[in-house]
């Protein structure tokens, strides 16, 4: 292990980050080891060309388990990538690139679009956006932290 690598900050299975150029204040992500690629849950996905590249419009859900929120999103593609999910089938996906953050650190993520709804986690950190930024901890989650939670005060104190 060289010197370099031990002093990688150390983040765990799951944490909360953010999507700063596609408007995500916290979206709770997997960080999966086993995963080459990283993926987020997106729906109604429409190619389309401007200024002759190919772009992309979709909208994703941040919070797990609600359908509350939408945010819309248009973003270059840089490819369309054939993908392997954990049920063993590929499917071709298109792939865009986007900034992270985590633990203070910001850096550029390639990120496939594809349907989430049945998994766990709206999105999945692979191993390929977090080599050489961190160590993963996997008996531990949420070394950046929760989201603090708003508080909506009962019907009588409005």
């Given at each position: 292990m060289s010197r370099k690598s031990r002093m990688l900050p150390i983040i765990g299975w799951r944490e909360w980050i953010k999507l700063p150029g596609l408007?995500?204040?916290n979206i709770k992500a997997k960080v999966d080891t086993g995963a080459r690629s990283?993926?987020?849950?997106a729906?109604?996905?429409k190619t389309f060309d401007k200024d002759g590249e190919q772009w992309v419009r979709f909208s994703l859900y941040p919070n797990?388990?609600?359908q509350k929120g939408a945010i819309n999103v248009e973003a270059k593609i840089i490819e369309f990538?054939?993908?392997r999910s954990s049920n063993g089938i590929a499917k071709m996906r298109p792939v865009i690139l986007t900034?992270?953050?985590l633990l203070g650190k910001v850096w550029d993520v390639e990120l496939t679009l594809a349907s989430r709804d049945n998994m766990g986690f709206r999105m999945l950190l692979g191993r390929e956006a977090f080599?050489?930024?961190f160590f993963v901890d996997g008996g531990k989650s949420y070394y950046g932290g929760k989201p603090t939670?708003?508080?909506v005060p009962p019907n009588n104190l409005i």
């Open positions: 408007g995500v204040d990283s993926s987020i849950h729906f109604n996905i797990q388990r609600s990538r054939s993908v900034q992270v953050e080599r050489k930024h939670k708003k508080v």
